[in-house]
T-cell receptor
Framework: GPKVLQIPSHQIIDMGQMVTLNCDPVSNHLYFYWYKQILGQQMEFLVNFYNGKVMEKSKLFKDQFSVERPDGSYFTLKIQPTALEDSAVYFC??????????????FGSGTRLTVL | AQKVTQTQTSISVMEKTTVTMDCVYETQDSSYFLFWYKQTASGEIVFLIRQDSYKKENATVGHYSLNFQKPKSSIGLIITATQIEDSAVYFCAMREGVSSGSWQLIFGSGTQLTVMP
């Protein structure tokens, strides 16, 4: 199926530092998402993004979080500053269009973020 | 508010048998979309199959099929002729239609499937 690439697969940083997680969505997809998964739990929605704008975000999407996709390059999730509770696996997903909610999301393999 | 519940935390089956994983959901929306994903040991999340609420026929893709019981708000995943490589965590997910104003795909807590030789 369609592939979403995430770089890096694992990132270790010190608390308080900034981190940027990168996602290369499926080439013809227009909608992009970030999900957070704490070890052993389900994935939880953070944010979705379309046409340069955040469409919807959850309460997990703290003020320290931001997303962008400058000039069709990587779709990024930036956390500044990081906190211990940000340690998790972050999954990027994309879909071709929302289509009233019907579109299937395709996920990347995740970036495991460890905040020390 | 929408909610997805998977009560089975883990299931073990013998290879080549059939397994059913349960999922119930809650929604106020008349139009919604149901999905099953699996998460492999490497962490990869793979889309398997989906069911649109307005379709009466159960979806089937390869050796995956769904048991959609709309009056019970239930969407079970059936895997026939299981293989060792089907061992993974299976997540049920739901997304409401555009009238809800939310684009969130809500996941259940997952069911760990172990297929034994």
């Amino acid at each position: 199926g369609p592939k979403v690439l995430q770089i890096p697969s694992h990132q270790i940083i010190d608390m308080g530092q900034m981190v940027t997680l990168n996602c290369d969505p499926v080439s013809n997809h227009l909608y992009f998402y970030w999900y957070k998964q704490i070890l052993g739990q389900q994935m939880e929605f953070l944010v979705n993004f379309y046409n340069g704008k955040v469409m919807e975000k959850s309460k997990l999407f703290k003020d320290q979080f931001s997303v962008e996709r400058p000039d069709g390059s990587y779709f990024t999730l930036k956390i500044q500053p990081t906190a211990l509770e940000d340690s998790a696996v972050y999954f990027c997903a994309s879909s071709p269009r929302l289509g009233g909610g019907a579109e299937t999301l395709y996920f990347g393999s995740g970036t495991r973020l460890t905040v020390l | 508010a929408q909610k997805v519940t998977q009560t089975q935390t883990s299931i073990s089956v013998m290879e080549k048998t059939t397994v059913t994983m349960d999922c119930v959901y809650e929604t106020q929306d008349s139009s919604y979309f149901l999905f099953w994903y699996k998460q492999t040991a490497s962490g990869e999340i793979v889309f398997l199959i989906r069911q649109d609420s307005y379709k009466k026929e159960n979806a089937t893709v390869g050796h995956y099929s769904l048991n959609f019981q709309k009056p019970k708000s239930s969407i079970g995943l059936i895997i026939t002729a299981t293989q060792i490589e089907d061992s993974a965590v299976y997540f049920c997910a739901m997304r409401e239609g555009v009238s809800s104003g939310s684009w969130q795909l809500i996941f259940g807590s997952g069911t760990q499937l172990t297929v034994m030789p």
